[in-house]
């Protein structure tokens, strides 16, 4: 049987704990990968692959988990053996990762890995790990931070909780009281990036109140990762943002003003993924509630996917929306239908296309808008339908010349009329008016009716 290892920040996938910074870069790591059962394992492999690590073997245990060490101890001694007799030229010869095919608790992990002695990572751990390779921005990195610290404190506890009932032994000497004291410096540097989460999110909320007091209304895009999400916010923006094939490239919020439209702020952020455990998940959901509390949420599926899929997501989307607004399905239905855009439509068939577009409708989703940011197809019609949403159609103003000396200029008039809204079409009439087609919200039309009462007029 391989030493268990003493450093528990191994244990706890992290290297963070104590040594400071968390190891960023696993291109080119070997891993091998442990499957319980029948499980599809494509998501884990895409996760491994994003990250530059080769599966280079994924070893299957028929049956359920074993609750203490995932698979049945005799095979992880078994696995153990294999590592401890690697020759040069042996498959396993680089791998220094042992993957394991679940959101393993605790104690698996630290069961696995006092039999195995390698680094051990659940499917909750590449992702973190993931995470902190992408984390680019202080926000991103702070709660990247925080979810990984909350992951390893439950490894730790176990470690503890082992140790204390002496199913283990204590580890580099120190025994518990060392463990006690990693954990006390993980819970204070957990308290202070909390501070710092709490303040950006201030920071993030007064910036809302600002924009949404200035008129300005916010669509928010949402959606699994890698749906096309960044892709559509660069084209209507023109704002530059990372684009890549890879699962979760963005992990922060970019707001950016959709092209010809100053009033509209598109809200780029953090896609979804299945099964995330709440605690990992929790760091996020404020970035994620960006998107969804907008005034419009855009809901983005890439149209190439197999059809299960589609409907899978389209649903567990629809749940989050719904969680987070507190709406039963009902109530989102009737409230504030989601518009549904399928992204890349470049990718797929005709035929396909319409059958998505058919489950959508099952769905009980409004008719989808189809685009492609590759061939730019379908933006207008989007940006359109996006203004309709927001500000309904687009209404006729007309400016009256000024009756008196006291009156003001239109063009002060008019200058508001620009500020309520979109101004379309502006047109100087022979009779001294001024007639304006423009896309403004019922509030901002009340509001200049009030301003300039007889001045103008709105149809
Ligand atoms: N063929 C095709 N590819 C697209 C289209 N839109 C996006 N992609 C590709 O899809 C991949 C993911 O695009 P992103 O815009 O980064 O997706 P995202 O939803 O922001 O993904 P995350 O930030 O990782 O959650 C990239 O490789 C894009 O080039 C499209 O219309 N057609
Ligand atoms: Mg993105």
Request: charged share 25%; proline share 4%.
């Amino acid at each position: 049987m391989a030493q268990p290892p003493d450093d528990p920040t191994l244990l706890a996938g992290s290297g963070g704990v104590v040594l400071g910074e968390a190891r960023t870069n696993h291109e080119g790591r070997s891993a091998i990968l442990l499957v319980r059962g029948e499980a599809d394992t494509r998501e884990m492999e895409d996760l491994a692959g994003t990250m530059g690590i080769t599966i280079v073997e994924t070893v299957v245990q028929p049956g359920r988990e074993d609750p203490r060490t995932y698979f049945g101890k005799g095979r992880l001694l078994d696995i153990s053996d294999e590592f401890e007799s690697r020759v040069p030229g042996h498959p396993w010869s680089n791998v220094d990762l042992v993957l394991v095919h679940t959101n393993a608790t605790a104690r698996q992990l630290v069961g696995i890995s006092t039999i195995v002695g390698l680094e051990i990572w659940d499917r909750v751990r590449l992702l973190l790990s993931l995470f902190t390779a992408h984390a680019a921005s202080v926000e991103a990195r702070t709660q990247v931070r925080i979810a990984r610290l909350q992951s390893d404190r439950t490894v730790l506890r176990e470690l503890a909780n082992q140790q204390t009932t002496g199913e283990r032994a204590g580890y580099g000497g120190g025994g518990v009281t060392a463990l006690q004291n990693v954990i006390a410096n993980l819970n204070r540097e957990l308290t202070n990036l909390r501070k710092r989460q709490r303040k950006h999110l201030n920071a993030q909320r007064e910036h809302r109140r600002q924009r949404s007091r200035s008129g300005a209304m916010t669509v928010g895009f949402v959606g699994y990762t890698n749906a096309g999400k960044s892709s559509l916010f660069q084209r209507l923006s023109g704002k530059d943002v990372l684009v890549q094939d890879k699962l979760f490239s963005t992990l922060e919020t970019t707001v950016g003003r959709m092209e010809k439209s100053p009033r509209i702020l598109l809200v780029d952020t953090i896609g979804f993924l299945d099964n995330i455990p709440n605690a990992t998940l929790a760091a996020f959901k404020a970035t994620i509630g960006e998107a969804i509390d907008a005034d419009m949420t855009m809901v983005l599926v890439d149209a190439s996917d197999p059809l299960l899929e589609i409907r899978r997501k389209v649903e567990t989307t629809r749940r989050e929306i719904t969680e987070r607004q507190g709406l039963d399905e009902d109530g989102l239905r009737a409230h504030a239908p989601p518009c549904l855009v399928l992204t890349k439509a470049d990718k797929v068939s005709g035929p396909h296309l319409d059958t998505v577009v058919d489950l959508v409708d099952e769905l009980g989703f409004p008719t989808p808008s189809v685009i492609s940011t590759l061939e730019n197809t379908g933006l207008e019609e989007l940006q359109l339908r996006v203004r309709e949403h927001l500000f309904g159609a687009p209404c006729g103003v007309t400016v009256h010349p000024p009756q008196g000396a006291d009156d003001d200029a239109s063009e002060r008039i008019v200058a508001d009329v620009y500020e309520a809204g979109m101004v379309e079409e502006n047109e100087a009439l022979v009779n001294g008016s001024v007639r304006l087609v423009v896309w403004a919200a019922a509030e901002q039309q009340a509001r200049l009716k009030r301003r300039w009462g007889e001045r103008i007029d709105i149809k």
